[in-house]
């Protein structure tokens, strides 16, 4: 799982209104002239949490009047998009609220008129939508021309590290994780310093600084549930299931239908053999939000149950939610590999996509990792190690890279 992109990759289908290419049309003359907004969906009641949905509402209407009122307000355009960006993470509706969000951040740009500080933060929010994406080399030359304006912002010394951290250029991206750090030492700091000790190696040192991390964040509040996320996955992937259930129960008791927290309590129920309860929680957890890796884990569990029928069923509509992924810009190459690779054990098509990636970011450890993976499970242990070698190169303790060093020699 790669930690670092605000933890999830979601697609919007299922119980949602889903209507990304949806415009809201309204010419009256006091509100909205001729503009086109994207609409703000609807949450599901578990995550509408009291007052923040009305604030949410209130907060998108406000900004929709000021655009009507005078089309040239840019601040309320880089107001929506910035919330659109919140909604992808909290809905799940990443292919409605990333075109969305673009849309209004790409009308700030071509204004000639705004200022250095309005095209910095637009050009800073641009690169992160398009990190969530996965267009990671595009990412990196919009946060390139933010940077020139000002380098010192924690946010885009953030999004650097992020950017570089995907195209395999890790020394640098340390660099800009002390800058940041430096800086601003907030969640998102330590957070970001907690993956890069992870793939140098530094298991523990990673879990210390999550913990930092989830001290400096507000009690309750949705980016320290993230904080706590990721503190519980390190556990999981690392094998402490326990304590990752716990810290995942921790969230729950605040934020009682957080849906990743649920999913992930399913998951363990899943590694542990416990069928019937995982698919239970994460049935609980699609529910509340349409995130493909739930669907991807109920496909794994009918598999388990030998129930072709519920898997076929699941499969078609995990396909579905990728393509309609894919439909909205985001990047699924590796989704895709890993799909074919542990579900349909179709290792030549998890191999095409996986090298389509790795044309892209032939520096990147996971890519490696996944590639050197999957040719393993096809039998050519030559071009296997290739893939090692450069998925070693952090030597990172990652559980699968571990395996594969152990299947090699």
Known sequence: MRLHLTLFF???FGLFIFNSCQMDKSKSKSNDLSLDIPNLLDRSEKIQLGKEWDFVQNYYSDQKIALGKNDKDQQARLNLAQLFIKEARVTGEHGHYYPGA???LDEILVDETISEDLRFQTLTNKA???LSLHEFKTALATAQKALKINANNAQINGVMV?????MGRYDEAVKFADKMIFIKPDLRSYARISYLREIHGDVEGAKKALELAI???YPGYEETAWA????????????????????????????EDYPFAIASIGDIYLEKGELLLAELKLKEAFDIIPEVGFAISLAEVHKLKKDQEAFDARW????IMLQEDVDAGHNMNLEYADLYMNLKEDYDEALKFALIEYE?????????RLVSQIYLLKGDTSLAKNHLESAKITKSKHPDLLEIQKVLG
């Open 360 to 368: 892209k970011r032939p520096k990147n450890i996971d890519v490696n």
């Open 316 to 319: 078609n509509e995990i396909l």
């Open 215 to 217: 001290k400096s964040g």
């Open 10 to 12: 979601s697609l919007a």
């Open 228 to 255: 706590m996320q990721v503190l519980g996955e390190h556990y999981k992937m690392y094998g402490e299931l326990d304590k990752a259930k716990k810290v995942f129960e921790q969230i729950l008791s605040v934020r």
């Open 128 to 130: 992160g939508v398009q």
């Open 102 to 104: 673009l849309k209004l």
């Open 162 to 166: 992020d950017c570089l951290v995907e």
